[in-house]
């Protein structure tokens, strides 16, 4: 009876001893690694430093000019996306490597202040980038200049008052400053002509019913409607509301004027004159 408790107790014994010998080295082990990925992060952070300054580099290659308020020209959401992968490899916390905080070296701090600076531009960047994209499919040939505000833009066809909107809005989320200034410019030319179209709309409804003249047709508002036409740019909406004036001009008797005013009226590239002359300052300039 004594023989085999004694048998019993001694296996007991080795297994615990055993157990006890594994946890030892499990955890010898996992100091070992732990140590390994201490000292890698050590000499990893060090490199990053390096890749931090290049990254600065290509941000800053971003911008037009020093002073990081207008976006060089040709800049895609590709290029942008490019910066925001190389960003995210660059690895600065104890979490990325599996350590405490702590164990990182002593300047981890500050590159990790030094990326998060370069993801909050990036952000940036990529919102302006955005708002230029959208403003420049407003227009059949996008903005010329995004850095001085040219007069040379046609609206699209089907451009909607939402469409400006919604850009406006978005704008409100960035502080006032020569950037939004210059964007505000293009969503005025760009509403000027839009209300141009749509009070030119509004006449022709009052004077046309089934493509039948209407008593609200005056001469005088006939000859306001071809004057507003003379000064349309979209070449599309041009030639859809001349069909128009002339429907109205023939069940008038005013067959022969249209086609007399709007050869005098505009230029060879389809802007009016008057929209040619720098010096006008009202609002007729935008359209």
Do not use: H
Not at 120 to 126: H, Q, R
């Amino acid at each position: 009876m004594g023989k085999p408790l004694l048998k019993t107790l001694t296996v007991v014994a080795v297994g615990v001893g055993s157990v006890a010998i594994c946890l030892v080295g499990y955890c010898q082990n996992n100091q070992r690694q732990y140590q390994q990925r201490v000292e890698y992060a050590q000499t990893a952070i060090a490199s990053e430093t390096d890749s931090i300054a290049s990254l600065k580099k290509e941000v800053a290659s971003l911008y037009l000019n020093e002073d990081r308020t207008f976006l060089k020209a040709g800049i895609t959401a590709d290029d942008i996306s490019q910066l925001v992968g190389k960003l995210s490899m660059i690895k600065v916390s104890g979490e990325e490597y599996g350590i405490e905080e702590n164990a990182l070296p002593a300047d981890a701090k500050e590159i990790q202040k030094q990326k998060q600076a370069i993801d909050d531009e990036l952000k940036d960047i990529e919102a302006k980038q955005k708002i230029q994209e959208a403003t420049d499919k407003l227009f059949t040939k996008g903005v010329s200049n995004w850095q001085k505000a040219e007069n040379d833009v046609i609206i699209k066809k089907d451009l909607k008052e939402t469409d400006v909107g919604s850009i406006r809005e978005n704008l409100n989320f960035f502080e006032d400053d020569k950037w939004t200034a210059l964007v505000k410019e293009y969503l005025g030319f760009a509403d000027a002509q839009l209300d141009r179209v749509t009070k030119l709309q509004k006449e022709f409804d009052r004077m046309l019913k089934d493509d039948k003249v209407t008593d609200a047709v005056t001469y005088e508002n006939y000859l306001s409607a071809v004057d507003s036409i003379s000064k349309i740019r979209n070449k599309d909406l041009k030639e859809k509301y001349t069909k128009l004036a002339e429907t109205v001009a023939s069940q008038m008797g005013y067959a022969g004027y249209y086609d007399n005013t709007t050869d005098t009226a505009t230029t060879g590239d389809g802007y009016s004159d008057s929209m040619m002359d720098s010096s006008e300052t009202d609002s007729e300039s935008y359209y």
